[in-house]
């Protein structure tokens, strides 16, 4: 947590590997840096506010068979959303379908940022239940938010972040 401009997003970009840094991330105990880019982005998924969509149809932004139409049940995302334009979508199936991309993956890490931000009260239900569901399946989620109720729910571990430092927070849950 922390307030706009504090440095949040460009720290799980520098975690997911996508701008220089001179720090460590370790994912099962193998470091980011004793394994190719593209590895480590297998294992760990980022998730931004705003995520890429490069093609015109939902369907072409997922590895051919790795959509999971029960994930998109559980995060209320109608089944042939797959089939959709993603001219057609809103901001939230936008940001639930990224979720979903990244989850299909199967990865180790799951980078979060705001990912309830664009949804209504009913949509952010449905998602901290799948994300529960991740870390009792030993996913681990960092997970960028505004909301210390949201935090509550959800974390086990707060940190709070100021000028690009990060100290642990208040609100810890759990």
């Known amino acids: 947590m922390g307030a706009s401009g504090a440095g949040k997003s460009l720290f799980l970009r520098a975690i997911a590997d996508l701008d220089p840094n001179d720090g460590e991330a370790l994912v099962d105990g193998t470091a980011r840096s004793k394994m190719p880019a593209f590895e480590w982005r297998r294992r760990v998924a980022l998730v931004p506010a705003e995520s890429g969509w490069w093609a015109d149809n939902v369907v072409e932004h997922f590895v051919p068979g790795l959509a999971d139409t029960t ?19 809103s901001s939230g199936e936008r940001h639930r379908l990224a979720i979903i991309r990244a989850l299909s ?9 705001e990912p309830s931000a664009s949804l209504d009260a009913k949509s952010t239900t449905l998602l901290e239940s799948v994300l529960r569901d991740e870390l009792a399946r030993g996913t ?35």
């Open 71 to 89: 994930m998109l049940e559980a995060l209320g995302v109608p089944a042939d959303a797959l089939g959709w334009a993603v001219s057609r979508l």
């Open 105 to 113: 993956r199967k990865p180790k890490a799951i980078l979060l940022e």
């Open 140 to 174: 681990a989620i960092l997970l960028i938010t505004h909301d210390p109720a949201q935090a509550d729910r959800l974390a086990r571990r707060t940190l709070m972040m100021a000028d690009g430092r990060i100290a642990e927070g208040q609100g810890v849950a759990k």
